[in-house]
């Protein structure tokens, strides 16, 4: 058998800010791993912030509700601002429906307003 490798999810660090993105498909060990690859990068890289990009989940149940809550709690704690963004409205109809919250979780409409929540910005030149 082989040891487990980094989650399937990739994690991309611009300057001190990683960004990343959930699948529709994420199971619950790899939903598990990438939360743990994601908690050793804030550490590690000293990150101040993270956007976690959920546009391309259709449907959103209690477990991933779960792991947004406790990887934003988490990074908090690390020093770290977590976004969620892209949230779709039907996934926020469910989210309300089933009466979840996402407590302590920063939300921005898609990632480029994520990233300017972050300080990031575009600079036109000249």
Do not use: C
Not at 96 to 107: A, D, F, I, P, Q
């Amino acid at each position: 058998m082989t040891a487990p490798g980094p989650a399937r999810v990739p994690i991309l660090r611009l300057g001190d800010v990683l960004l990343t993105g959930l699948l529709d498909d994420l199971d619950d060990k790899s939903a598990v791993q990438f939360t743990e690859e994601l908690v050793e990068r804030i550490a590690a890289e000293q990150i101040r912030g993270v956007v976690v990009d959920i546009s391309r989940l259709q449907i959103i149940d209690s477990f991933v509700a779960r792991v947004l809550t406790e990887m934003a709690s988490t990074g908090q704690l690390l020093g770290a601002q977590v976004i969620v963004a892209g949230m779709r409205p039907a996934v926020a109809i469910t989210l309300s429906e089933l009466g979840l919250e996402l407590t302590g979780v920063h939300t921005a409409l898609n990632a480029e307003q994520a990233m300017a929540k972050l300080g990031w910005g575009r600079h036109v030149t000249s």
